[in-house]
């Protein structure tokens, strides 16, 4: 085993997400196999965020939480930003950061500060986990001063992501994308993959105690066959071509059935909102019959002849009773950065139909654990679902499930993980760093800061001469 490491992680926002998942397993991984690890995050809300984050499992540090994330509900990547350096400015010039004699800095989603990391800390070597190019996931650039002020911002993105001493990302799929977007990126070495993990809980198959003790299949709704999905409600996950494959059986192989869509789903989010009412409309147009739960109660009194259940926000509980009620998981997205979801549907032995692009290529093994199918050809997705309701035999379908969960645990652990990351820490620490031209550097930085101001100066134009407007003619009324 390689000697014990200081390993300092780096994380704007220390929520309930996906990418705080990972940063999670990788710490808790790490630590687990002997080394000191400590997370600084500008943002941490206990009552909003995984255990290990609050409950001292980790050693979670949090600077600047006062400062906001937006203003105006505008900003959000500058003010990102400025909150990482004024978190990296105060542990510095503090002496907190030095005191813990790091080895390695474990940075992800925001590469702004490795600049500043490598001018004070010299000799720290800096892994940077690239969960997606942020410059690809920004919507909304159809106006030339969005357009403007992003353009900075992307530069910025990309070129301090170089001076990390080794870059890895969460799939093969997104390795090819950060380099295609960025040429040369990763050095001679290019760019690592470490996938996400999931938890293999023991006693959690379909079929073991913990299963049994939980849910047995079927008892969700008197022994109806359940298809189910789960995402975020959002329209890039597709979750529509879950309702137009379901709604392409016949009315008798509809009977006893149920397709459950599951996610995350905010009420303040415009887009969940919006997409949730737009599935609904899309299944009535079918001819289905929907319902809309948030619960375990109301989502075990939804009556029967309910085609399409919706449920909103599901707690974990029953996440799991579905997951181990569900004979098939349907996930819709194409070109997803990794997807999660699979990986747990495979762990409860649940077989997968999900989209032939993106992450699913390397975590469902086409005909051995799920099957991968054009999203543009609905009919082959409705066949897939109609074979695993009323074809293929039991134990076949126990044999995939079996299969997937093999797979999990043989891929997707926890230790393997961080067994990975261990490696890339490893190897990265024992090479000279890579260099980067620093005055160059900040230059740049200067530069885009410059531009920055322009913009600001020319956004913020109309709407202060509109207020400015407006309070003369208040105080007009007034003195009238």
């Known amino acids: 085993m390689p000697d014990s490491k200081s390993i300092v992680f780096f994380h704007p926002d220390l929520g309930i997400g996906g990418a705080e998942r990972l940063i999670i397993d990788a710490a808790v991984g790490l630590q687990n196999l002997g080394h000191r690890v400590t997370i600084f995050t500008s943002h941490r809300d206990t009552a909003h965020c995984f255990d290990e984050a609050r409950d001292g499992t980790l050693d979670v540090r949090v600077r600047g939480n006062f400062l906001p994330a937006t203003f105006l509900g505008r900003f959000h990547i500058l003010l990102t930003i400025l909150r990482q350096y004024h978190l990296l400015l105060s542990i510095s010039l503090s002496g907190e950061l030095a005191a813990l004699k790091p080895t390695a800095f474990f940075i992800d989603q925001l590469s702004a500060g490795i600049p500043f990391l490598r001018y004070r800390f010299p000799s720290t070597h800096i892994l940077f986990y690239c969960h997606f190019p942020d410059l690809l996931l920004v919507k909304q650039r159809r106006w030339w001063v969005t357009r403007l002020w992003r353009l900075g911002f992307d530069a910025l993105e990309g070129w301090s992501m170089r001076g990390a001493d080794r870059v890895v990302v969460n799939s093969g799929f997104t390795k090819g994308v950060v380099e295609g977007v960025w040429k040369g990126v990763g050095g001679k070495r ?9 938890a293999a809980k023991k006693g959690e198959e379909r079929g073991g105690q913990g299963a049994q003790d939980a849910l047995e299949e079927g008892e969700l709704w008197g022994g109806k066959k359940v298809v189910l999905s789960i995402n975020r409600f959002e329209e890039k996950k597709d979750i529509g071509l879950a309702i137009k494959t379901f709604a392409g059986l016949d009315v008798k192989e509809m009977r006893g059935t149920r397709l459950v869509i599951a996610g995350g789903y905010d009420s303040r989010v415009s887009e969940n909102v919006s997409y949730h009412t737009e599935l609904v409309l899309l299944a009535e147009s079918l001819n289905l019959t929907t319902a809309t739960a948030k619960n375990i109660v109301s989502a075990r009194s939804i009556p029967d002849e309910i085609d399409v259940l919706f449920l909103l926000s599901i ?25 999660i979801v699979p990986l747990e549907a495979m762990l409860a032995e649940v077989p997968v139909l999900a989209a032939n692009s993106g992450g699913p290529l390397e975590t469902v093994v086409d005909g051995k654990t799920g099957w991968l199918r054009d999203p543009r050809k609905v009919a082959e997705w409705t066949e897939v679902m109609r074979r695993v309701l009323y074809e293929i035999p039991a ?6 499930g079996v299969s997937g969960r093999e797979r999990v645990e043989a891929e997707f652990s926890e230790s ?4 990975k990351l261990d490696q890339e820490l490893e190897e990265m620490v024992s090479k000279p760093r890579v260099k980067a031209l620093e005055i160059q550097d900040i230059l740049l930085l200067v530069g885009i800061f410059g531009l920055w101001v322009v913009v600001m100066v020319s956004l913020l134009r109309g709407p202060l001469k509109a207020a400015a407007a407006a309070s003369r003619s208040a105080a007009a009324s007034q003195q009238a």
């Open 416 to 419: 393997k993980m961080a067994q």
């Open 190 to 198: 290019g760019v690592g993959v470490v996938y996400p993990c999931v």
């Open 395 to 400: 134990t076949e379908l126990r044999g995939m």
């Open 315 to 339: 707690p974990s509980q029953l996440k799991s009773m579905l997951l181990h009620a569900t004979k098939l998981l349907v996930y819709t997205p194409s070109n997803e950065h990794f997807g």
